[in-house]
C-alpha cells in the first residue's frame, strides 16, 4: 500500500522529487459532508424536533427497551464507506428513539423534572456550528463575554450580590468540585498546589442529606471520605447547625484543619434547604469556606416569594446553580458563583507558553476557572434562554410548577392511604403509601412501567418513598392529576398498616 502510494503522480505537484519524503496519502482535501446534503437533513432535524415536541405525550415516558438491545440493533463494525445523513436520521428514528427515556416529556417527574427549551435548542445548534473552544478569551472573545453577561444577567435574576462572578461549568458536581479547590487554597498554611495533601488533614463538613457530588469531590480533591463529616439533620431534613459547630471545634482540637462547609438549598431527596445565614454565621467565626448547592433550588430565587431560599446566600464564598435543571436550558449547563474568583484562579491556572496571550487583566481565560482546558460555548443557551423567556417569563413558569406542587400535596393530603414525608418548597412532593416499602416499590415499578408518567423514589429516615418533581415546560395540572390518578388506581385497595 505504501510503495503504491509513493509511485502515484499528484496531478497539482507533479512527480515527487527524489529529496522528497514518500508519499504516503493523497494530500487532497476530502472535505465535510456536502452543505446541500446537510441542509436537507437539517432541515428535516428541525422539523422533526417541532413534531417531537408537540407529540411528546403519544411516546412512553421511560424506554422500553431491554438491556443489550440498542446495541445489538447497530452494526458491530464501523461503516468502511460514508452513509448519507438521511439514511443515519432513519436509523435515529427507527433504532435509537425506541432506546431513549424522554426527559422532555410533561409526565416526566423523576429525580429532577427538566426542560431543553426551544431557545436552549436553538442555541444549541448554533454552538455546534461555531464549534469554539473558548478556553482563553482570544480563542472566541463572544464565548467568554456572552457566558459572563447570561451569569451576571441570572446572578440579578435570583437577588444574588454584586461581588460574584459567574463562570459556566458542565455540571454542578464539577462546579463543587471546583469551588472545593478552591476552598482548600484559602487555607495558605498547607500549600496544597504545591506540596499536595501530604501531611495535611483536612475535613469538610456538610448535613446527612446532601447530594453524592459534594462526597465525590472530597475523595477526588484527597480529602477522604472519612473526612467529608455529615452532619446531622433536624426533623425538617435541615443541617443541624449545633452540631456543625460542635464538629467543626472538636476536629480542630484534634489536629484537622476544618476548610470547607456545603450548604445545599434544595437537597435532592427532600429539597430541604439548610439554615445558611446561621452556617455563615460558623463559617465566619471558625474562618471556613461557605459553599452553597442551590442547584435545584436556586432558581426559585426569581420570585419574591421565594428570595427567602437563598438568605444568607450572599455571605457565602461560592454557590451553584444549574440552569439545566429548573431553567430551562438544555444540558449540560451549571453556574459556579464564586466571591472569591482569584482563589479559584489560583486553584486552576496553568499557562504553558503555547496558551500565553497579552491581553493581560482586561480579560478573563475561562480556562483559569477549573481543570479542562476546552470548553464548550455554553453561555450561548442561556443567554437564549434569558432572552426568550426574561425574568417575568421565567418567574411565571417557575410560579406554575410551585403550584401545581401544591396542588398535588392537597391531594395526597385528602387520601387517607397516603402521607406526606416532608415539607416542600419548590416543585418536588415526596410522599408513601401507608401500606409499607414493598407496596411503594410496587407503585413506583407499576407507573413507570405504564409509560404514562415517571417518577422516581427516594429512601426517607428508612422508607422507601415516592417521588414528583415537576420541571417541564409542558406539564399541565392535568398532567399532574393524570399521574396521581394512576398511583392512586396502582396502589392496593387493602386498608393501610
Ligand atoms: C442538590 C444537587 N446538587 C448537585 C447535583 C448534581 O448535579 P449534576 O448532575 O449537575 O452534577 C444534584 C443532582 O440532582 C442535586 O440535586
Same mark, same amino acid.
Given at each position: 500500500m505504501r510503495e503504491r502510494a509513493a509511485q502515484e503522480v499528484n496531478p497539482k505537484m507533479g512527480r515527487m522529487g527524489a529529496e522528497d519524503p514518500p508519499r504516503i496519502f493523497s494530500a487532497e482535501p476530502v472535505g465535510d459532508i456536502d452543505t446541500d446534503e446537510f441542509r436537507a437533513a437539517a432541515h428535516r432535524a428541525v422539523d422533526w424536533i417541532g413534531d417531537y415536541l408537540e407529540t411528546i405525550r403519544e411516546r412512553p415516558v421511560l424506554s422500553r427497551v431491554k438491556p443489550g438491545e440498542v446495541r445489538a440493533s447497530l452494526p458491530v463494525v464501523p461503516p468502511a464507506q460514508g452513509e448519507r445523513l438521511e439514511a443515519i436520521f432513519d436509523d435515529f428514528e427507527q433504532l435509537v428513539l425506541p432506546g431513549i427515556t424522554h426527559w422532555n416529556h410533561p409526565r416526566f417527574f423523576a429525580y429532577f423534572g427538566i426542560t431543553g427549551s426551544t431557545p436552549g435548542i436553538l442555541a444549541e445548534l448554533l454552538c455546534a456550528a461555531?464549534?469554539?473552544?473558548?478556553?482563553?478569551?482570544?480563542?472566541?472573545?463572544?464565548?467568554?463575554?456572552?457566558?459572563?453577561?447570561?451569569?451576571?444577567?441570572?446572578?440579578?435574576?435570583?437577588?444574588?450580590?454584586?461581588?460574584?462572578?459567574?463562570?459556566i461549568n458542565d455540571t454542578a458536581s464539577s462546579s463543587t468540585l471546583y469551588a472545593l479547590a478552591a &476552598? #482548600? $487554597?484559602? %487555607?495558605?498554611?498547607?500549600?496544597?498546589?504545591?506540596? /499536595?495533601?501530604?501531611?495535611?488533614? =483536612?475535613?469538610?463538613?456538610?448535613?446527612?442529606?446532601?447530594?453524592?457530588?459534594?462526597?465525590?469531590?472530597?475523595?477526588?480533591?484527597?480529602?477522604?471520605?472519612?473526612?467529608?463529616?455529615?452532619?446531622?439533620?433536624?426533623?425538617?431534613?435541615?443541617?443541624?447547625?449545633?452540631?456543625?459547630?460542635?464538629?467543626?471545634?472538636?476536629?480542630?482540637?484534634?489536629?484537622?484543619?476544618?476548610?470547607?462547609?456545603?450548604?445545599?438549598?434544595?437537597?435532592?431527596?427532600?429539597?430541604?434547604?439548610?439554615?445558611?445565614?446561621?452556617?455563615?454565621?460558623?463559617? &465566619? #467565626? $471558625?474562618? %471556613?469556606?461557605?459553599?452553597?448547592?442551590?442547584?435545584? /433550588?436556586?432558581?426559585?430565587?426569581? =420570585?419574591?416569594?421565594?428570595?427567602?431560599?437563598?438568605?444568607?446566600?450572599?455571605?457565602?464564598?461560592?454557590?451553584?446553580?444549574?440552569?439545566?435543571?429548573?431553567?430551562?436550558t438544555p444540558i449540560d449547563c451549571s453556574v459556579l458563583y464564586c466571591a472569591r474568583e482569584d482563589l479559584l484562579k489560583q486553584a486552576f491556572s496553568i499557562t504553558p507558553a503555547y496558551l500565553t496571550s497579552n491581553e493581560g487583566p482586561a480579560v478573563r481565560n475561562l480556562m483559569d476557572y477549573?481543570?479542562?482546558?476546552?470548553?464548550?460555548?455554553?453561555?450561548?443557551?442561556?443567554?437564549?434562554?434569558?432572552?426568550?423567556?426574561?425574568?417575568?417569563?421565567?418567574?411565571?413558569?417557575?410560579?406554575?410548577?410551585i403550584e401545581m406542587a401544591h396542588q398535588l400535596r392537597s391531594w395526597i393530603e385528602a387520601d387517607p392511604s397516603f402521607e406526606l414525608l416532608a415539607p416542600s418548597?419548590?416543585?418536588?412532593?415526596?410522599?408513601?403509601?401507608?401500606?409499607?416499602?414493598?407496596?411503594?416499590?410496587?407503585?413506583?415499578?407499576?407507573?413507570?412501567?405504564?409509560?404514562?408518567?415517571?417518577?422516581?423514589?427516594?429512601?426517607?429516615?428508612g422508607r422507601y418513598a415516592l417521588r414528583i418533581a415537576i420541571g417541564n415546560l409542558r406539564t399541565t395540572l392535568e398532567d399532574v392529576r393524570a399521574t396521581w390518578q394512576l398511583i392512586q388506581n396502582v396502589a392496593p385497595a387493602s386498608s393501610p398498616t
Open positions: 461555531l464549534n469554539v473552544n473558548g478556553m482563553l478569551w482570544r480563542t472566541s472573545p463572544a464565548a467568554t463575554e456572552v457566558e459572563e453577561v447570561a451569569c451576571d444577567w441570572l446572578r440579578q435574576a435570583l437577588g444574588l450580590a454584586e461581588g460574584f462572578s459567574g463562570v &476552598a #482548600r $487554597e484559602a %487555607v495558605p498554611e498547607a500549600e496544597l498546589r504545591r506540596r /499536595g495533601m501530604s501531611g495535611v488533614r =483536612l475535613r469538610m463538613y456538610t448535613s446527612e442529606e446532601a447530594h453524592s457530588s459534594v462526597e465525590k469531590a472530597g475523595i477526588v480533591l484527597g480529602v477522604g471520605q472519612e473526612n467529608v463529616v455529615k452532619v446531622k439533620t433536624d426533623a425538617e431534613f435541615r443541617m443541624d447547625v449545633a452540631e456543625l459547630t460542635r464538629a467543626i471545634v472538636s476536629d480542630r482540637e484534634a489536629g484537622f484543619i476544618p476548610f470547607a462547609v456545603v450548604a445545599t438549598v434544595g437537597t435532592t431527596s427532600v429539597t430541604a434547604v439548610d439554615p445558611v445565614n446561621a452556617i455563615a454565621d460558623v463559617c &465566619a #467565626r $471558625e474562618n %471556613v469556606w461557605l459553599h452553597v448547592d442551590a442547584a435545584y /433550588g436556586g432558581a426559585a430565587a426569581v =420570585l419574591d416569594s421565594h428570595r427567602w431560599v437563598l438568605a444568607g446566600c450572599d455571605r457565602a464564598d461560592s454557590i451553584v446553580v444549574n440552569p439545566h435543571k429548573w431553567l430551562f477549573g481543570s479542562s482546558l476546552g470548553r464548550r460555548f455554553r453561555g450561548l443557551k442561556l443567554w437564549f434562554v434569558l432572552r426568550a423567556f426574561g425574568v417575568e417569563g421565567a418567574r411565571a413558569r417557575i410560579a406554575a410548577h418548597h419548590f416543585s418536588t412532593v415526596v410522599f408513601a403509601h401507608r401500606g409499607g416499602d414493598a407496596v411503594n416499590e410496587s407503585i413506583h415499578d407499576s407507573v413507570n412501567a405504564s409509560g404514562e408518567a415517571l417518577i422516581s423514589h427516594t429512601d426517607v429516615r
